[in-house]
């Protein structure tokens, strides 16, 4: 079109774009321009989507996978968290797009592993029962504790005057009951 005008066509670059490969994307002078005979139009022209190389994630740390998306020129997208008893904790399971050339898109989403799943009680009601007995609930469950002694001559010695979690409260395996005995 340009040579039937005595225009004379001019790729000045090549960039990746949305449009489709060799598709004009700017050009100058802009449309509509007066231009003499045998002036030079530039254009840059479209290399089509960009196809990243997208890194194998899966079974590194979602610390590890940032940094060599980092290195990749790409970025982490969405992060899930799931449940799996079988996987580390913060370990990637699942990653979109998949590992390998042809992704358009420099955002990579991963699934990442919560670890198992914490066991979880409800707080049993201590205050009132003498220490060996609160320690025996707690060991049967598994449950840690602290143990504090204040002198409180107004309850039974060695009973438990007091404890934190109240009870009702839902306890994960892993907490640390207070336990406040008259001593």
């Known amino acids: ?26 050009q100058t002078p802009s449309a509509g321009l007066l231009m003499k005979v045998s002036q030079q139009a530039h254009v840059v ?11 194998l994630l899966e079974g590194n740390s979602l610390r590890v996978s940032r940094i060599e998306l980092l290195r990749a020129g ?11 008893p079988d996987e580390p904790v913060d370990t990637v399971v699942l990653q979109t797009p998949r590992p390998g050339a042809g992704a358009a898109t420099p955002r990579v989403d991963v699934l990442v592993s919560q670890g198992p799943r914490d066991v979880a009680y409800v707080m049993p009601h201590l205050v009132g029962l003498s220490e060996i007995d ?6 049967v469950a598994g ?15 060695a ?17 640390t009951i207070e336990l406040t005995i008259a001593n």
């Open 74 to 84: 790409l970025q982490v997208g969405e992060v899930s968290e799931v449940t799996m």
């Open 143 to 157: 449950l840690h504790r602290k143990v504090n002694y204040v002198t409180a001559p107004q309850w039974p010695h």
């Open 1 to 26: 079109m340009l040579r039937t005008r005595g225009l004379v066509l001019r790729v000045a670059d090549r960039v990746y774009s949305d449009a489709p490969i060799n598709v004009v994307v700017r």
């Open 159 to 175: 009973s438990v005057i007091d404890q934190s979690p109240l009870a009702g409260s839902r306890v994960s395996s892993s907490a």
């Open 134 to 139: 609160a320690q025996r609930r707690l060991d």
């Open 45 to 55: 022209l479209s290399l089509g989507q960009r196809q990243l190389e997208i890194p």
